[in-house]
């Protein structure tokens, strides 16, 4: 009797996925989320200066330097000064604005640079006589009033939230002989608006009490009146 060989299917070679540098087929990494604050600010942004350009003292600004701040090093007081500074560094991103620079002699400028107490000593200097962000140019506080206006917006939120819930809050506290926990605020504060009125209307009926309307306060009125 002859021997019989069973029937396999057929083996099929993957074809390996090969990628180069012209041309990759590569899965791209996700893209990083967006801050909500910065996104306005990405809607109406135009190519300008880079953030390395932003950070040179333009031949206007040096001008004007030398008008208020004369030709003699103030560091050494003796030799000229015949180069410009920046106060806040550029590698921190310090800009290039007349706020940030100090017109010192070269050796003076080396030995700021790398000196800490004297860097730190001008940079109270102008922080005193400019304000915290001194080296800021235009676009850093356009930047930075976005941000500010973005979180100021978030915590007047969260505020309303919290009067929201109050009547609530103190309602389950005085039942329950306690402050309410973290995650039991949480819980609440986690509630959206329709849900939270209904749970506060059942809470009202459960311990046969009406709640307290949070108090409005209007313009100019302070708390504790």
């Known amino acids: 009797m002859a021997h019989q060989t069973f029937w396999k299917p057929e083996k099929i070679v993957k074809e390996k996925k090969t990628y180069n540098s012209l041309r990759s087929n590569k899965p791209k990494a996700a ?9 306005d600010i990405l809607a109406h942004h135009k190519p300008g200066q880079s953030s390395k350009d932003r950070c040179d003292f333009d031949k206007d600004v040096v001008a004007e330097l030398i008008a208020e701040q004369g030709e003699k090093c103030p560091c050494c007081k003796v030799a000229a000064s015949n180069t410009t500074h920046h106060v806040w560094p550029r590698g921190r991103k310090g800009r290039g604005v007349k706020t940030n620079g100090l017109r010192v002699c070269w050796p003076c ?3 700021i640079q790398t000196t800490d107490e004297l860097l730190q000593y001008w940079i109270s200097v102008y922080r005193e006589k400019y304000g915290d962000h001194f080296w800021f140019d235009e676009k850093d506080w356009e930047e930075f009033n976005h941000k500010q206006n973005a979180l100021q917006q978030k915590e007047r939120e969260k505020q309303e939230r919290q009067n929201q819930i109050k ?3 103190d309602l389950l506290s005085t039942a329950a002989g306690r402050s309410l926990k973290a995650k039991e605020l949480h819980l609440l ?15 009202a009926d459960v311990f046969g009490r009406p709640l307290e309307e949070p108090r409005v306060f209007s313009y100019g009125e302070r708390f504790e009146d």
């Not at 504060?189 to 749970?199: I, L, Y």
């Open 109 to 111: 400028h080396d030995k």
């Open 167 to 169: 009547p609530v809050v």
């Open 31 to 39: 893209k990083k989320e967006v801050p909500e604050w910065k996104k």
């Open 189 to 203: 504060q986690s509630f959206q608006d329709k849900d939270m009125a209904v749970f506060a209307t059942l809470m």
